[in-house]
């Protein structure tokens, strides 16, 4: 049989990556390049009244240090919200620009601040502990149960609430809970998860004067579409930008999209005229990756008096852990009215999303695009 069920599939990658042959960003070294190292918020909210990098610069082998005002400067935009979506009044999705380093309001414990540049890798890191920055401490609210009673995040957003969307026929699902014989209820919860792939996420920004172009090598998992989003928030034409993403080690998702490191480091690297690299650690990346799950189900089943499940309305209360703007918060609910509904079989469906933004690190798809798990 040439196709087929189970059948074993040839793999053709294998030999190199077992061999040592394998060719990831971290790899790749440029002449005269430098090493960055970001100034991250210990807070999770908190108001920033001012930064003092005087005695990092004054540090041996720093090259730079940048705040926003210097990114500001070099013309680049804020992170966008790529798939806004509206809530069930017609209203748009509440989000916020996100700037690329900390303005004036912290969001989320590990936001960066600064982006230290140096000769080597040490003395960033040395340079980075001198910068200054005066934190004036806010509450906060890291769960969804705290979020939606906690201080607003930013002015427009009541409850800190993102959007309210709704799909399915409310109506008919309503009609049929009100004949049921028997109606079951259950709130299930998926935990806060982390991607944690073995390559921490990094990126390299070369700049070339002569020709005004700029090459980012970076680990993700699409360099096209990933060009795009960072030519937009360089406000740079795109053909100025090249995005080369060698192999990867792991992405499940959280490398799918754009991340303010890699804007950063295409700024620093025009900004110095020199080779910009830059390697998450470990507990950097527990910090700053976008974290998966987190959210809360309420789900109501019917059962008719013959002992069948019937109709069924599933009023999600999922979260975003999105300050910053969700890159693309109409994953769950597309996904799961469909998934919701044929995997449970009920004829008709209705499904309630409320997406609450806490002071906790941003949500993105993590290993397949939000759907539901098992325990829905």
């Not at 995005?243 to 799918?256: E, Q």
Request: proline share 9%; glycine share 8%; hydrophobic share 40%.
């Amino acid at each position: 049989m040439k196709f087929g069920i189970g059948q074993p599939v040839k793999r053709s990658e294998d030999l190199r990556f077992v061999t040592g042959q394998g060719q990831y960003t971290d790899d790749l070294h440029f002449g005269g390049e430098t090493h960055a190292v970001f100034v991250r918020s210990p807070h999770a909210h908190a108001a920033i009244a001012g930064i003092d990098s005087a005695a990092a610069l004054a540090m041996p082998g720093v090259v730079a240090v940048l705040t926003h005002q210097d990114v500001e400067a070099a013309g680049a935009g804020d992170m966008p919200c790529l798939a806004p979506i509206p809530s069930r009044d017609g209203s748009m999705a509440k989000v916020r620009p996100k700037p690329l380093l900390a303005r004036d309001r912290i969001t989320f414990t590990g936001e960066a601040v600064a982006m230290v540049i140096a000769e080597t890798l040490a003395q960033a890191q040395d340079a980075a502990e001198q910068v200054v920055v005066d934190y004036r401490p806010l509450d906060a609210s890291g769960r969804l149960e705290d979020a939606a009673r906690a201080p607003l995040l930013w002015e427009g957003a009541p409850g800190n609430l993102c959007f309210d969307w709704v799909i399915g026929d409310a109506a008919a699902c309503d009609a049929a809970f009100a004949s049921a014989a028997h109606i079951a209820r259950a709130e299930l919860v998926q935990n806060r998860v982390s991607a944690n792939p073995m390559e921490t996420r990094n990126a390299i920004a070369v700049w070339d004067r002569a020709s005004g172009r700029s090459t980012l090598y970076t680990g993700s998992q699409g360099s096209g579409n990933l060009r795009d989003v960072l030519a937009r928030i360089l406000n740079m034409p795109v053909e100025s930008l090249r995005v080369v993403t060698p192999d990867v080690g792991g992405g499940f998702g959280m490398k799918g999209f754009p991340y303010p490191e890699q804007a950063l480091a295409v700024v620093a690297a025009k900004r110095t005229g020199r080779p910009v690299r830059w390697s998450a650690e470990r507990s950097e990346s527990l910090l700053s990756d976008d974290h998966g799950r987190d959210m809360r189900h309420t789900g109501n089943w019917r059962w008719t008096r013959r002992g069948g499940l019937s109709p069924c309305a599933s009023p999600a209360r999922p979260r975003w852990a999105v300050i910053s703007p969700p890159m693309r918060p109409s994953f769950p609910p597309w996904r799961e009215d469909g998934s919701s509904a044929a995997s449970t079989g009920c004829p008709r469906c209705s499904l309630r999303s409320r997406v609450i933004t806490p002071t906790a690190r941003r949500w993105m798809p993590i290993a397949a695009p939000a759907g539901p798990r098992p325990p829905i």
